[in-house]
């Protein structure tokens, strides 16, 4: 999400250590931009991808149950 922005040049991470909670990033800009501002966009990007998705899961499932039941009637 954070390479849609037009504004990131690069964006890497590494995972220092399988046993540590700890991920590195590296985003790099264009124009002096902060890499807070496009990393929180994609962050907030990523939230709502992952919201859509989850609604569209319990959207499908209740549809699915329903018809189900209506099924075994």
Known sequence: MVMKNPDVEFCGYCI????ESKINFRIQTRGGLPAVEPFRKGLNDLMGVC????????????EYRAQREEEMQ
């Open 51 to 62: 919201q859509h998705v989850l609604n569209t899961f319990e959207r499908s499932m209740k």
């Open 16 to 19: 220092t250590h399988p046993s």
